[in-house]
């Protein structure tokens, strides 16, 4: 973990153990380049990595504040760290529809920058949130960079097996987000009625040198998800 | 405008008009503090700002690169500056349905932290882009910090207003996101059928002080709009 990932994960257990409510004061930029011994850009890093996830926001000349939304039970848009590392949920589980390797299609090839054709590791699955059905979430991995994946890892958190396993180095992700209209066969798997409506997102994770190397199509339940994103404004 | 918001704007400017695709590098560090003349945090929290917006990325060792989305036509979650502001839109218009004086209902009540009762400006409206509906508005306003909105000020840009005209320091805001069922009534102002789906976002702003001042609910034609969003891994 880099440095001001760090100094964030401490400030965000330290806003949590000290339950921390929404426009109480953090120590100043200095106070914790003192307490961590690091940098002002690493601490600047860190809290613009805070920021950014809606824990803090920042008034110049006043200091850092807390910023907590009330609302629980929503899905940070931000965290891209897979279903299972979610904050509020800690009952995440998924059953596995299926597991091949196919040759890439249009769509697919377009999205991890492939040839059409090259082979993928197709992995779908329904994931659960507190027993209750979250979403529909097909995946294509480009096998050079993921080979192997069997039932009992994709039961699991397919993200820690990316990164702690195959060390994967995740840099970015697109996210694309449309709403529609459900489909007979998504329906039957949501447990919904077809036409219901639905959140897709189609989301393209890079590595670290920019990448591609999966695309995933993730179909949500629509009463069952809700979702939160943070904007911090520029003038 | 701050110092690196303008630093932030010119990289911007940099790349449109330089054409720069993705994954081309863009100056290092040190040479943009040289450029620019200002220090490396100046930097850092400019390239912060980009990277958030999904128009950069940075590899550790290797530098800094450009990031840009190849599917034109989604709107930018993070950009919170109003739609007239949107980048790949010339054309936006609305056509205000309504403009009145109410007193708060316990939900505009709670999200603008003040008692039920108390004075708002309630305005409604229809927004067009490029004269396709793209979605009904409803915004309401602490009467403290916007005491006065008029028909012609609503027809154009009400974030133009707050900021230049009014003053308002915005700070950040918090957007929650529900995909519904659409009311037989917003299904008619969109020109789509009951139970279409529809995208229905509640945004709450507040000002640099962590005030909370515009409470609104957006509900979006799911046909006439997609969303982007960019994000940055954490290990």
């Known amino acids: 973990m ?3 990932e760090e100094i964030a994960h401490n400030i965000e257990r330290y806003i949590r153990e000290h339950n921390l409510r929404q426009n109480d004061k953090l120590p100043s930029t200095e106070e914790m380049m003192n307490e961590y011994q690091v940098s002002k850009s690493t601490i600047v890093k860190a809290l613009s990595y805070l920021q950014q996830k809606g824990m803090i926001y920042q ?5 850092i504040f807390v910023r907590r ?8 848009l931000f965290e891209n760290q897979g279903f299972t590392s979610l904050f509020d949920y800690s009952n995440v589980s998924a059953k596995v529809l299926a597991i091949e ?3 890439a299609n249009e769509e697919v090839a377009e999205s991890l920058n492939i040839a059409v054709g090259e082979p993928v590791l ?3 699955r329904l994931r659960y949130i507190e027993e209750q059905i ?3 979430e097909e995946s294509y991995f480009n096998k050079m960079t993921v080979p192997y994946v069997n039932k009992e890892i994709a039961e699991q958190s397919l993200y820690q097996y990316l990164t702690n396993v195959l ?4 840099g970015y992700s697109d996210k694309f987000l449309h709403v529609i209209k459900l ?7 949501l447990e919904l009625e077809k036409d219901d409506p639905a959140l897709l997102t189609e989301e393209i994770f890079h590595k670290g040198n920019g990448e591609p190397f999966n695309f995933s199509k993730i179909t949500y339940h629509y009463v069952n998800s809700q979702f939160y994103m943070a904007s911090v404004e520029m003038k």
């Open 2 to 4: 880099l440095k001001y």
């Open 59 to 63: 008034l110049r000349g006043s200091g």
């Open 69 to 76: 939304t009330n609302r629980k039970g929503y899905i940070n």
């Open 101 to 103: 390797e196919l040759g």
């Open 122 to 124: 197709y992995v779908k």
């Open 134 to 136: 979250f979403c529909v």
């Open 167 to 170: 060390k994967v180095k995740i």
């Open 183 to 189: 489909s007979e066969q998504v329906a039957q798997l």
